[in-house]
């Protein structure tokens, strides 16, 4: 793959890497925060709290399929540090891991929307972060229904775990919308941003502000004054009149 140059500093391999492994940290750490911080300080609490959808919709947006690993490792770390408290199956990684992972298929909404149309407007970046959240809950449900949960018992329950974290989303999408190339594929971004390094570096010809075109035959006559049907500005301000 071609390197492209960032600031001179990194290729775009490492730029990509370094992105990557940032959400990553971040999703671990604060999933870690939230698991431990609510069993030891609200054990009754009902809702979830992760970050899961808001990290793994961004990085699907930036970086597409490389953002599988994201909602595969969610599940597996939820359950992992949730097994500190509780007794945890395998069901329940297959069902997080597994689950989680449907949300990938919202990958398809930028075939029918591209993405800078589609986070152009609030109201139709909404339609992102919705497929996905139906997806997952879908995906989990099914998963679930293999191992003798009820679907109507699995979707209300993952609904409601779930419906702040996708609150959470959405609003992380809004306003990432609105900071340039945060919402972007990082390519096109960093193709973009380079074009336009390189035409501020181009110096452009000074252009008279009142300029107006004119056609051919017309500058024509302005140039080749020294034929009998031409204008010769000469005739018209003789040395006299200066």
Wanted: proline residues 3%; aromatic residues 16%.
């Amino acid at each position: 793959m071609k390197k492209l140059n960032i600031n001179g500093v990194v290729s775009y391999n490492q730029y990509k890497l370094v992105d990557i492994m940032l959400f990553m940290v971040i999703m671990a750490a604060l999933e870690a925060v939230n698991v431990f911080a609510i069993k030891r300080w609200f054990p009754d609490m009902l809702f979830a709290v992760s970050l899961m959808f808001t990290v793994s919709l961004i990085v699907l947006v930036r970086w597409n399929f490389l953002a599988a690993i994201f909602p595969v490792l969610h599940g597996v770390l939820y359950c992992a540090f949730l097994s500190v408290f509780q007794t945890v199956g395998y069901e329940e990684y297959l069902i997080y891991a597994v689950g989680n992972s449907f949300l990938l298929l919202s990958w398809f909404i930028f075939k029918l929307i591209p993405k800078q149309k589609l986070f152009s407007k609030w109201y139709t970046t909404l339609i992102y972060p919705a497929v996905a959240f139906v997806l997952v809950l879908l995906g989990r449900t099914l998963m679930a229904m293999c191992f003798g949960i009820g679907f109507a018992e699995a979707l209300g329950s993952y609904f409601f775990t779930e419906s702040l974290n996708i609150v959470f989303a959405i609003i992380a999408l809004l306003i990432l919308r609105r900071i340039d190339g945060m919402l972007e594929d990082q390519k096109t971004y960093l193709k973009r941003i380079a074009r336009e390094r390189e035409e501020a570096r181009t110096p452009k010809e000074e252009t008279w502000a009142g300029y107006t075109e004119i056609d051919e035959e017309e500058l024509k006559k302005l140039h080749d004054y020294n034929e009998g049907d031409g204008i010769d500005l000469r005739d018209e301000y003789p040395p006299d009149s200066r």
